[in-house]
């Protein structure tokens, strides 16, 4: 099971001291992030992808292909990889070469992305936002496959006889996960192509990501690609800890009540209590989090988000401290002490290449 972080990239004023991050001083906050997260024991860093105010990451590969530099280890991911308003034939080649560059430590979530105004910056509707996602995908699927494309849809422009370059690393496309919060229709294409399904599982309660996560199940082993236990699930989460939980909760409630996202909405109290956000000491982030298991299923990846709402930096590092000291590793051997026969591994380049010909 891969453990790691997902940045949203926004830039939020700290309540506590008023102070507002540049969008230089936020970028290089990510790339200290993503190699702490490395230096801890994490296995994973995904970025977002965002064309409006408050959000940096506009260019998701530019930041990996940095970090790829950087790090060693790290599978380098997108959090979201915008298919709508993304030309697929941009992602194809965006993405492999930057599978060339990380040696394969690459994956990447799709993503359809609800800001409207971005849709038509980019010449789309949003709209259309699910057909745009099934088109799209579905010539980007090909184009990483397939050394000669021809091809045609609502959407964009023919293709004929187009090849994509570079081709993907040992000729396997980088792993897609595809990511939603309430669209059965990607559970459903993710199911269909035998990709992962990413639940973002912040805001909605635990209820919801076990219907959706068992539809993409079912959804599966029905196209035939394996048993509904064999799916590749994977889960966000939201927490921030202290080792003294009055601590977490006196520190984080101004990040809270005044984050964009929920400021003004349910209390700390009431949100922690309806959705998997974590508030509290190493110990009942362990607990909670070993509990998605049990709405869920095994699962394959955990991505944290940790670096939001103004947090400083200083105060995220000591989040990774705490995840990479005293949480994960409790959380590694506790998941594979549970797990069961037939739930797979995280897929990786290496377990994905082929076997060499004997």
């Known amino acids: 099971m891969q453990f790691g972080i997902f940045s949203v990239g926004d830039v939020t004023p700290d309540p506590t001291t008023g102070a507002v991050p540049t969008e230089a001083g936020r970028i290089q906050a990510m790339v ?27 260019s998701p590969t530019t930041m990996l292909g940095y970090l790829a530099a950087r790090t060693e280890r790290l599978v380098l991911s997108t959090s979201t990889t915008l298919i709508t308003t993304n030309d697929p034939v941009k992602i194809a080649e965006d993405y492999a070469m930057l599978q060339h560059l990380a040696g394969g430590r690459v994956d990447l979530m799709m993503g359809r992305g609800n800001t409207p105004p971005v849709y038509p910056w980019f010449g789309q509707d949003i709209r259309q936002g699910i057909p745009l996602a099934l088109e799209n995908y579905a010539l980007l699927h090909r184009l990483w496959r397939e050394d000669v494309v021809d091809w045609e849809g609502r959407f964009r422009t ?27 229709e990607i559970a459903e294409q993710a199911a269909y192509y035998g990709d992962g399904f990413f639940h973002n599982h912040i805001f909605w309660p635990p209820q919801h990501a076990a219907r959706m996560v068992q539809y993409y199940r079912e959804r599966f082993a029905h196209y035939g690609h394996g048993t509904p236990e064999q799916a590749i699930v994977g889960l966000g989460g939201q927490v921030f800890l202290r080792r003294n939980s009055q601590d977490a909760v006196r520190e984080f409630r101004p990040y809270f009540d005044h984050a964009p996202v929920y400021g003004g909405g349910p209390s700390l109290e009431d949100f922690s209590a309806q959705t998997p956000l974590t508030v509290g000491s190493p110990q009942q982030v362990i607990d909670r989090t070993l509990g ?44 594979a002490d549970r797990r069961g026969p037939n739930a797979p591994d995280a897929p990786t380049h290496e377990s994905r290449r082929p076997a060499p010909a004997e």
């Open 32 to 58: 200290a992030i993503a190699e702490k997260a490395e230096e801890v024991g994490l296995d994973v860093f995904a970025t977002g992808e965002h064309h409006n105010p408050p959000f940096v990451p506009s």
């Open 158 to 184: 023919p293709l004929q006889g187009f090849t994509s370059t570079p081709r993907p690393l040992d000729g396997v496309p980088p792993f897609v996960w595809h990511g939603s919060i309430r669209s059965p």
């Open 292 to 335: 998605f298991r049990e709405y869920v299923g095994d699962y394959q990846r955990q991505l944290f988000l940790i670096d939001h709402a103004g947090l400083p930096l200083k105060t995220v590092l000591e989040q990774l401290d705490l995840l990479g000291e005293e949480v994960v590793p409790v959380l590694r051997k506790e998941f």
